[in-house]
């Protein structure tokens, strides 16, 4: 069986010399991984960049859960995000605690919707989007189901829950706009993880988180 879906690239990791296992999050399988045949090094440099928004063809094959992708095509150009380097440290963390948080498998409803209109939503902003990784990361727990509210985002805010708590009432706009040192958005950003990884009970290690504390230092 063949079917067309709309693939959001998490991850890609090399499988033999020209294959590629594809880490994804599918609209119409959730957190899936794929794989991808006769992969060249422009695909990786392009199709394959974190956050990329792609349509494809799945075979789904009955005797392995590692079902094949093949005809590949970007749906967006996403060039506000590759242009901008501080957009593309964004875009690397947000994949990455994606590609983390999201256990293989998992499927929930209106996830891969919400994950498009974010990435689109990024790549559109010309300003003011300092704020956003923790904005995402908070709308993230929501669209998972752990609906973070002032009183159970206490006990981890601690003397950060004043602005935390802006974050989790503002709006999008104008939680864009909340004034905060580098060392007061890594906090911010730290207090989140600490709170995804208390409802999924995982550690979560994000590789690029110190790359987005360098840049916005």
């Given at each position: 069986?063949?079917?067309?879906?709309?693939?959001?690239?998490?991850?890609?990791?090399?499988?033999?010399?020209?294959?590629?296992?594809?880490?994804?999050?599918?609209?119409?399988?959730?957190?899936?991984?794929?794989?991808?045949?006769g992969?060249?090094?422009?695909?990786?440099?392009?199709?394959?960049?974190?956050?990329?928004?792609?349509?494809?063809?799945?075979?789904?094959?009955?005797?392995?859960?590692l079902?094949?992708?093949?005809?590949?095509?970007?749906?967006?150009?996403?060039?506000?995000?590759?242009?901008?380097?501080?957009?593309?440290?964004i875009?690397?963390?947000?994949?990455?605690?994606l590609?983390?948080?999201?256990?293989e498998?998992?499927?929930?409803?209106?996830?891969y919707?919400?994950?498009?209109?974010?990435?689109?939503?990024?790549?559109?902003?010309?300003?003011?989007f300092?704020?956003?990784?923790?904005?995402?990361?908070?709308?993230?727990a929501?669209?998972?189901?752990?609906?973070?509210?002032?009183?159970?985002?206490?006990?981890?805010?601690?003397?950060?829950?004043?602005?935390m708590?802006?974050?989790?009432?503002?709006?999008?706009?104008?939680?864009?706009?909340?004034?905060?040192?580098?060392?007061?958005?890594?906090?911010?950003?730290?207090?989140?993880?600490?709170?995804?990884?208390y409802?999924?009970?995982?550690?979560?290690?994000?590789?690029?988180?110190s790359?987005?504390?360098?840049?916005?230092?």
């Amino acid at each position: 069986m063949i079917k067309n879906t709309g693939l959001i690239v998490l991850h890609s990791t090399r499988f033999g010399e020209n294959s590629t296992v594809l880490h994804t999050l599918s609209k119409e399988y959730g957190r899936r991984s794929f794989l991808v045949r006769g992969v060249g090094k422009k695909a990786l440099t392009t199709l394959f960049l974190p956050l990329t928004i792609l349509e494809a063809d799945i075979i789904e094959n009955p005797k392995s859960n590692l079902y094949t992708a093949k005809n590949l095509s970007s749906v967006h150009s996403l060039i506000g995000i590759r242009s901008d380097i501080y957009k593309n440290s964004i875009s690397m963390f947000m994949a990455e605690v994606l590609f983390r948080v999201l256990k293989e498998g998992t499927y929930e409803e209106g996830l891969y919707q919400w994950c498009e209109h974010s990435i689109l939503l990024l790549d559109a902003l010309e300003s003011d989007f300092s704020n956003f990784p923790i904005r995402f990361l908070l709308e993230m727990a929501v669209v998972m189901g752990f609906s973070p509210s002032s009183e159970n985002m206490m006990p981890f805010a601690g003397n950060s829950f004043g602005l935390m708590n802006r974050f989790l009432t503002d709006s999008f706009s104008d939680s864009m706009l909340i004034p905060l040192s580098g060392e007061k958005r890594n906090e911010l950003l730290s207090i989140v993880l600490k709170y995804l990884e208390y409802h999924i009970d995982s550690p979560i290690n994000i590789n690029s988180l110190s790359v987005l504390r360098s840049i916005f230092a």
